[in-house]
């Protein structure tokens, strides 16, 4: 039973030593059939074990979680969402106001100083004052500790976001790391099956001279080749894209690169426990309930229009030259109180609204939990349907390889045409693809189970990185009074 958690051997398939004879049999005693080249083509399928310097899944994924632009975007989102918690803790705080005024002012006035008698006074003055105003609000229908709270949740909504976010790039990663290993894999097997129909079909034409085969066999040989040297072409403009969005998403050029392992040894044994665990761990769907924890609060703010407010003013005020005052100086404390009791009816629209929201939020928790589901069992059946396509991979390259031997065996006996033997050579050619396919297939599988469960996170792969923690922002800037710097000093 083959392991599908351990790489590919380095050696691939066994090479009969009995092929040089079954070539000599298509060239009329020649022996140069390209033996080494599908032994090559094999051995780029079975892994990269043996390269020396290669670049690591893990190195890459790491490399990715510092650098993605996408990945950073989203946590500067989360940093600004952060300001929302000491923005909502100001309504605690008071809030101060200074007020100065200098100038000129002219007077002019009558003043009736005894009957049928008016007085004329002119004159200018130049006033001066200087005050501050103190408001504290002591009550607004728990108005400031509900946005408070909502402000809160908000941040955690914006952290599992980021947690979306983080396992988006680490996925697609994972998945543009493993196409690059695909396509160089690929690439090397339609070398290597163009060298091989190169070489077939110069016997081909050698026996065709001798007149062991007739024209039809040279044109079928030229055919297979023409085919093969087309399928070369596209392999090698799949690696020019695959490398591509490597660049895009990874921030670098990929070099040589290591056959990846899988990772689904990290994720549930069954299918009903990865269910569970996707249904309550996955980013998405705790980002949707911290989105009811908001929904929930904002109708209370809603509701808290329609309480009192009371509030704690406090006044200094010093005065020059007033009018006819030379000083004045004046000091005040109130208490104030404001109670709505009919403010056109948008109070009422807003708490309706609110509660709509509220429901709208719930439904798509539900739809996204059922989301979250569907996913989990999507991905477990592609990963087992990708270790059973391995072993079958395997089992297809194998007998292929016993095919080959026996068709071009029998060839020499004349109970097979050149166009068999490239048949065969083909069906060779095709087994190789489908086991490359499916162990990129497998090892991109496991990481999207641990994406569909919520664990696909540079903790549980124990990246070789720094581990960007967003509560280091946050308790920078919740309790911070004053100040226009970030932490970072811009």
């Known amino acids: 039973m083959v392991d599908a958690d351990r790489p590919m051997s380095t050696k691939g398939p066994v090479v009969s030593k009995e092929w040089p004879a079954a070539g000599a049999l298509m060239a009329g005693g020649q022996t140069r059939l390209a033996i080494c080249a599908v032994t090559i083509a ?34 500067a989102i989360v940093r600004q969402t952060d300001e929302g918690v000491p923005q909502a803790l100001s309504d605690y705080r008071p809030h101060v106001r200074a007020n100065a005024g200098v100038g000129n002012q002219f007077t002019s006035q009558e003043i009736a ?25 002591l009550f607004n229908g728990f108005q400031t500790a509900n946005r408070t709270r909502a402000a809160e949740s908000s941040v955690f909504a914006a952290r599992e976001t980021l947690r979306v976010i983080e396992q988006t790039v680490l996925l697609d990663a994972a998945t543009v790391y493993m196409d690059v290993v695909r396509d160089v894999a690929i690439l090397e097997v ?21 007149g062991e085969v007739t024209r039809t066999d040279v044109a079928q040989a030229e055919a297979q080749l023409a085919a093969g040297q087309s399928q070369l072409l596209r392999a090698d403009s799949n690696l020019t894209t695959a490398k591509a969005a490597y660049r895009r998403v990874i921030g670098s050029k990929p070099g040589r690169l290591e056959l990846g392992m899988p990772v689904d040894h990290l994720a549930p044994r069954t299918l ?16 949707a309930m911290y ?44 208490i104030g109180v404001s109670v709505p009791l009919y403010q056109g009816g948008s109070e009422y629209s807003t708490i309706r609204q609110s509660k709509e929201t509220l429901t709208q939020r719930r439904l798509e928790l539900a739809t996204t939990r059922d989301q979250a589901r569907a996913t989990v069992v999507q991905v477990w059946a592609e990963l087992q349907a990708a270790k059973a ?23 020499r006996l004349g109970m097979r045409t050149t166009f068999d033997v490239l048949n065969a050579q083909q069906a060779l050619v095709n087994a190789q693809y489908n086991l490359v396919t499916a162990r990129h297939d497998r090892v991109v599988g496991s990481y999207n189970l641990l994406s569909a469960i919520g664990r696909l996170s540079p903790q549980t792969l124990g990246l070789p990185t720094s581990i960007y923690d967003p509560m280091v922002h946050y308790q920078q800037v919740r309790d911070d009074w004053g100040g226009v710097r970030t932490p970072d000093g811009r």
Do not use: C
Not at 272 to 287: E, K, L
Not at 295 to 301: G, P, T
Not at 389 to 411: D, N
């Open 42 to 75: 094999a051995a780029a399928i079975m892994g990269t074990a043996g390269q020396v310097a290669a670049d690591t899944l893990l190195s890459a994924l790491a490399q990715a979680y510092q650098v993605n632009p996408q990945l950073n975007s989203q946590r």
């Open 113 to 137: 100083v005894a009957p049928g008698l008016n007085q004329k006074d002119r004159y200018w003055t130049a006033p001066r004052s200087i005050g501050i105003t103190a408001e504290q609000k």
């Open 190 to 210: 339609q070398r290597s099956n163009v060298r091989v129909l190169n070489e077939t079909l110069r016997l081909t034409r050698g026996r065709f001279k001798l």
């Open 272 to 287: 009903a426990a990865a269910i569970d665990t996707g249904t309550a761990a996955n980013p998405s769907v705790t980002a």
């Open 291 to 334: 989105g009811v924890d908001v929904a929930q609060l904002q109708v209370k703010i809603s509701e808290g229009a329609l309480y009192p407010t009371v509030t704690l003013l406090g006044n200094v005020q010093r005065g020059h030259e007033v009018g006819l005052i030379p000083e004045q100086f004046s000091a005040s404390v109130l």
């Open 389 to 411: 396509q391995i072993q079958a991979a395997r089992e297809q390259v194998r007998t292929s390889e016993v095919a080959l031997k026996g068709v071009r065996m029998e060839a």
